[in-house]
């Protein structure tokens, strides 16, 4: 089990979605502000502590938007 967290580089995001069908966790979704190329960049929803830093926005990104972070959750004994 991992926790994940990522940023994303909204300036360079042209709003194709694909991250968005992409995401098994499906916490990305479209923001309601335009960036500088004119569309609306992908977020993170309210529901980002369910990303689990799989990797697989920012394999399906064509204009590498995403860096991804993995954690490690430790269980108790
Ligand atoms: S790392 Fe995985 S779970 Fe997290 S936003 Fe990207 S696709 Fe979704
Ligand atoms: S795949 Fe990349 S360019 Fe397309 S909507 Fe997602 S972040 Fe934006």
Redesign the pocket.
Known sequence: MTRGAIT?QTD?????????QACPQHV?V?GEEFNARG?R??QLDERERCCTGCGV?AL????V??TVYRQPVRRAA
Do not use: A, T
């Not at 360079?12 to 968005?20: E, T, V």
């Open positions: 994303i360079r995001c042209k709003g194709c979605g694909l991250c968005i990305l479209f569309y960049p992908v926005c399906v990104c064509p204009d938007v995403f």
